[in-house]
């Protein structure tokens, strides 16, 4: 039985590893993939391309806002895979407007699609930052939210939006929150891709405050795995929190990056502090470890490395002075 599932945010950095997973050797090969993207500035229709010519993808360009064309669409597929936000902490601080339409409205008429063509499965892509900062420990599920900046609090919005529907409407909702994610393909703004780019570019990079605020790192193809053990085997109303392996500050991270460039800390210009910046986030994965079976598998130096040396391979795909972006088919 084919199963239909609708992507949305599929052409951005997490979404188009999880839709080239979806149908590639190590995927679901029962499944059909739709992905629906606008293709804003982080949406690039190359990530697409190892699987535009198989017949079990399309492509539709639009905005999770348009109420008619998600209609169309929901009633046309089983499941329903979200990804799609505005997702860019600094970004939301200089203007939240975006960020509260995409992230709370659009997904508002996503559940609301959903809700009128039900039973569909939806799993719902959040973030660790709706916990707030953590000095000690970990934030578990049933943690309360205290989001920070403006792009932490519509993510949180729409995380109770979207449990309420379940709780209200008995709608098949699942929600994975995420700790912070690399890999190849994300575009550059986040702290990884944007000071590779700039490193290799011959550049200085910015490093916020003293460089102690932490975070926990997460390979891509890890969290995409979290996603299908979520999607196959997670129960309606349930949260469930996806944590990486390795734990770094800023200023451990960015000394693994000069290293990795081949550059030295004369490349780093300490900045102050920006506004609402969290000192640590940190997530408890157990609860899916010992429910689904999750647990990261990358190592996260040899990842690191196998990333910067894509980012050093594939210029044209992230140097608009070398290609401009394709447009999709």
Not at 182 to 208: A, C, N, S, W
Not at 232 to 259: C, F, Q, R, V
Request: charged share 20%; glycine share 10%.
């Amino acid at each position: 039985m084919t199963t239909k599932i609708l992507v949305t945010g599929g052409a951005g950095f997490i979404g188009s590893h999880y839709v080239r997973t979806l149908l590639g050797p190590r995927g679901d090969g029962s499944v059909r993939v739709t992905v629906l993207d606008s293709l804003t500035y982080a949406g690039n229709p190359a990530n697409l391309d190892p699987v535009r010519g198989d017949a079990r993808f399309a492509f539709v360009r639009g905005d999770i806002c348009d109420a008619p064309l998600v209609d169309a669409l929901v009633a046309d597929h089983d499941q329903i895979v979200h990804f799609a936000a505005e997702s860019h902490v600094d970004r939301s601080v200089l203007g939240s407007a975006a960020f509260v339409r995409t992230n709370v409205v659009g997904t508002h008429t996503l559940l609301e699609a959903a809700l009128r063509h039900a039973p569909r499965t939806f799993v719902h892509i959040s973030t660790d930052e709706v916990y707030g900062s953590v000095e000690v420990g970990t934030s578990t599920e049933t943690d309360p939210l205290r989001p920070s900046s403006p792009y932490s609090a519509t993510k949180a919005s729409s995380d109770l939006l979207a449990l309420s529907y379940h709780r209200t409407h008995g709608l098949d909702v699942r929600v994975t929150r995420c700790s912070n994610n690399y890999g190849t393909h994300q575009y550059p703004e986040k702290v990884i891709p944007r000071f590779v780019t700039t490193l290799l570019d011959g550049g200085r990079v910015p490093l916020y405050g003293d460089g102690g605020n932490t975070r926990n790192w997460l390979h891509v193809e890890d969290h995409v795995d979290a996603v299908e053990l979520v999607r196959n085997g997670g129960s309606p109303g349930e949260i469930y929190n996806i944590g990486g392996g390795t734990d770094l500050s800023n200023k451990e991270l960015t000394a693994l990056l000069l290293d990795a460039v081949g550059v030295g800390w004369d490349s780093v210009e300490f900045v102050a502090d920006r506004k609402g910046h969290d000192r640590r986030y940190a997530v408890d994965h157990q609860k899916i470890a010992a429910l689904l079976g999750y647990r990261p598998r990358r190592d996260f130096r040899t990842s690191l490395s196998e990333t910067v040396a894509w980012y050093r391979a594939n210029r044209s795909w992230w140097d608009p002075r070398v290609t401009s972006r394709p447009q999709p088919l």
